[in-house]
Each structure stands twice: as structure tokens, then as C-alpha cells.
């Protein structure tokens, strides 16, 4: 087992300022990963640390590496992701500087590679419940470990960015029951489930999004202090949180899933039928399958 742990804005330098260990660039059929991944312990538990937006924050969502980046957490071994994200609320009750433990997503993405599996075979992935139950309940019984409310669940919807919402948009978001919005949980949650890593992610809540009008004559600048201020509380909350999940799972690693067979009914082209060409180009995602009649 290793674990990865995928960093937002904030939370990756956080995190990678932390870690002591090998760094390591990867090269996959998807191009190279945003971010040297950070190969370390912690507690005994093996993790893999990468910065999503790259060092010095250089890609913006639509432009990170997301295949190239759970390709190669699948490949150093990686079996459970642990992701932030920084979000804004939807909801009066979910406050700047909470934590959410998201366990459902809406996609409004629309330039993004969705897929690993473009070419050479049909993949279906059940994706009914996209975050990984164990993690959630791992996080949820480390939430007393920050001094902040963590809220158990949300619905969060991944918008395409890197612009934020318009009001309209914002309130079209609340109606359809969204409690979040961010720009970066998507194609990623996807994306490790057809590479079949349990994944589960913490939402950093740094503001309410535009539903929700400002406060009387804040200027622009002093409100986006407050929001960098916000982040700041936050991400400090979340690796609060996560160095509190990882000593649980040094203590009790989480059972296997069946995350971890996702393509075992997805893979829906016949065996027979795909080319050595399209199991070479997969590499690991599809190498256990390979074995196999």
C-alpha cells in the first residue's frame, strides 16, 4: 500500500514542505506530471506527495496534467489518493476555513480529457459513488485532530474555470443542489477510479462564491486578502487533518476495495480484440488484465 496525497493550491506547498525525501519527475504515455512526486514516510505509512498545479502554481485547472499524474501514482504504486482542493460555499452553514469531506461531484467541465481510454478499447467505469467510503470514515474519525467544523459530506460541482461563476451561474449551481464549487476534482476523481485507486477528497473552503453578495465597500484587494487569509487558515486545517487520517491508517490500513478491480467489468471490448499495440500504450492500467482470457 501507498498513499497519495494530491495538493492545491496551498496545500501542496504545505505538504511538500514537509516532505524529506526522494523527488522524483515521471515521464508517462500521458506526458510528464505537474510536479516532481515526493517519495517519503510518514508514521511507517509510504506516500507520494505531488503539487497539482505544479511548482510556483503554474498550471491552471483546465491546463494540469491529470492523466499524467494519476498514471504516475498508479505506477509508483500508489493504491488510496487523499486530495485537497480549494473550493468556494454554496451554502450559508458551510463557512470559510471549513473542511469538507465531499462525496458527491457534478461535472460542468468541457475541455478536459476525461478518459485514460481514448483509443484502441471501450472502458465503462461505475463512478455511482466517486469517493472511496473507508477514506471518508479514515478522515471523518481524524476531524477532532483540527480546530475547525469538518462537515461529513457535500456535493461538489467542478466547473471549467479558469474564470469563476456569474451570479446566475452560481445560484443555477445552488438549485441543483450543489454545496461547493471548484475547478479541479474533475477529470481527477475519474481518472483514479479507471486506474483503480481509492480516492477520496477534503475541500478547503476559502470563501462563499458569488450567490452570497459581499460585505458594504470591501474593496477588491482587501477582499481577496481576506480570502488568501482564509486559505491559509484552511490549509493548515488540512494537513492538520490528513496528518491526523495518516496515523489511523499506519494503525489500521484500510481494507481492499473494489476500487481496485474497477476495469474488471468496465473493460466491455472483447479480449481477444484488443490489440498488443493498445496494452502496451496503457502500460500499468491495464497490465493485471493483460494476464488474463
Known sequence: MRIGLIGGTGLGDALLGEARGERRWVDTPFGRTSSPIELVEWHGVPLAILARHGEGHTFNPSQVPYRANIYALKSLGVTHILAGGAVGSLREEIRPRDLVLVDQLIDRTHQRPTTFFDD?????????????????????????????????????????????????????????????????????????????????????????????PHSPGITPQALLEEIIDHLKAATGNAVALLRAAIERIAQRPPARSHVHDALQLAIWTKRAEIPHETFERYGVLLEKYRRRD
Open 120 to 212: 484502441g478499447l471501450a472502458v465503462h467505469v461505475e463512478f455511482a459513488q466517486p469517493m472511496c467510503a473507508a477514506l471518508r470514515d479514515i478522515l471523518l474519525s481524524a476531524a477532532a485532530a483540527v480546530k475547525t467544523t469538518v462537515h461529513p459530506r457535500g456535493t461538489y460541482v467542478c466547473i471549467e474555470g479558469p474564470a469563476f461563476s456569474t451570479v446566475a451561474e452560481s445560484q443555477m449551481h445552488r438549485a441543483w443542489g450543489a454545496d461547493l464549487v471548484g475547478m479541479t476534482a474533475l477529470p481527477e476523481a475519474k481518472l483514479a477510479r479507471e486506474a483503480e485507486i481509492c480516492y477520496a477528497l477534503v475541500a478547503l473552503v476559502t470563501d462563499y462564491d458569488c450567490w452570497k
